[in-house]
T-cell receptor, first 115, second 111 residues
Framework: AQSVSQHNHHVILSEAASLELGCNYSYGGTVNLFWYVQYPGQHLQLLLK??????LVKGIKGFEAEFIKSKFSFNLRKPSVQWSDTAEYFC?????????????FGTGTRLKVLA | DGGITQSPKYLFRKEGQNVTLSCEQN?????MYWYRQDPGQGLRLIYY???????QKGDIAEGYSVSREKKESFPLTVTSAQKNPTAFYLC??????????FGPGTRLLVL
């Protein structure tokens, strides 16, 4: 079955700590990978994406993610978090199946950064 | 400004009532989607449409209906058959297979 797993449901960090949020997927065939962020009271917005090419992708606000095909993973990282990174983070995958593009989201990780 | 608008921001539904959530986009995207967001469950796909006058059920379509008469618009009706409608509803659009762009959402509450 196609699925996306986010291992951490809640993460609490102090400012300047490093962040890594895990994301593993199960999906046959070629996939595109995304991380979205939902800040309190705001739209769900794109943080970064991978379609092809360099498996290390950089996004907004200092975030990056690495696509490791052999591990079916697309973990999100940031070397030093800020209080303003407090938000919910969603990993998503899309692929072409049965004549249509299907998007699958993980259950999300709530990050709280303590000032 | 290009983007996706959803209205209303909050919607209250009485027992047995159908309610309709609006979603409009001016991004010229062919594909549009409706998701339901519940705490700890991520985003679950209700319906999607890849082209005008065509739409498909997602994973949790029961109790919901949609129409796609115009490229810009994809309204969602929550029918009385949906027994647990309280949730945050998100509309999105995309070029097929590419990044989805999301609206601000509608929070539906049951009176």
């Amino acid at each position: 079955a196609q699925s996306v797993s986010q291992h951490n449901h809640h993460v609490i960090l102090s400012e300047a700590a490093s962040l890594e949020l895990g994301c593993n997927y199960s999906y046959g065939g070629t996939v595109n990978l995304f991380w979205y962020v939902q800040y309190p009271g705001q739209h769900l917005q794109l943080l970064l994406k991978y379609f092809s090419g360099d498996p290390l992708v950089k996004g907004i606000k200092g975030f990056e993610a690495e696509f490791i095909k052999s591990k079916f993973s697309f973990n999100l990282r940031k070397p030093s978090v800020q209080w303003s990174d407090t938000a919910e983070y969603f990993c998503a995958v899309n692929g072409f199946t049965s004549g249509t593009y299907k998007y699958i989201f993980g259950t999300g990780t709530r990050l709280k950064v303590l000032a | 400004d290009g983007g996706i608008t959803q209205s209303p921001k909050y919607l209250f539904r009485k027992e047995g009532q159908n309610v309709t959530l609006s979603c409009e986009q001016n991004l010229n995207h062919d594909a549009m989607y409706w998701y339901r967001q519940d705490p700890g469950q991520g985003l679950r796909l209700i319906y999607y449409s890849q082209i005008v006058n065509d739409f498909q059920k997602g994973d949790i379509a029961e109790g919901y209906s949609v129409s796609r008469e115009k490229k810009e618009s994809f309204p969602l009706t929550v029918t009385s058959a949906q027994k647990n409608p309280t949730a945050f509803y998100l509309c999105a659009s995309s070029i097929a297979g590419r990044t989805q762009y999301f609206g601000p959402g509608t929070r539906l509450l049951v009176l």
